[in-house]
């Protein structure tokens, strides 16, 4: 069971990124693919999290209307568009999945329990310049 992200980087504010978190070894479809912010110092946060079955989508407050969260589910694949990119953005990215049991996506859980999603995967560096 694995997730593994790519596509951090340098980058000035007000430009873009994408950032993937390739799945394997797990039921993709069964899963909520979250990804997650930690600036330095600061506690892990919830940014967007898409459930794969059926696309539905949750973001934090803070990036909505920037940030677009996608899947390719034939690439076991989720991807973050990260546009507007602003200083506080910078940090590293991680990708988690959190099962839906059988009451379906459980995205809104990226916001309170992070800790519910397991695996995670290693993280991606983001650092935006001002």
């Known amino acids: 069971v694995q997730l593994v992200e790519s596509g951090g980087g340098l980058v000035q504010a007000g430009g873009s990124l994408r950032l993937s978190c390739v799945a394997s070894g797990f039921a993709f479809e069964a899963y909520d693919i979250g990804w997650f912010h930690q600036a330095p110092g600061q506690e892990r946060e919830g940014v967007s999290c898409i459930s794969p079955s059926d696309g539905a989508t949750n973001y934090a407050d803070s990036v909505k209307g920037r940030f677009t969260i996608s899947t390719d589910n034939a690439k076991n694949t989720v991807y973050l568009e990260m546009n507007n990119l602003k200083p506080d953005d910078t940090g590293v990215y991680y990708c988690?999945?959190?099962?839906?049991?059988?009451?379906?996506?459980?995205?809104?859980?990226?916001?309170?329990?992070?800790?519910?999603?397991?695996?995670w995967g290693q993280g991606t560096r983001v650092t935006v310049s001002s």
């Open positions: 988690a999945a959190l099962y839906q049991r059988s009451t379906g996506s459980r995205c809104y859980r990226m916001h309170d329990r992070a800790w519910f999603f397991t695996p």
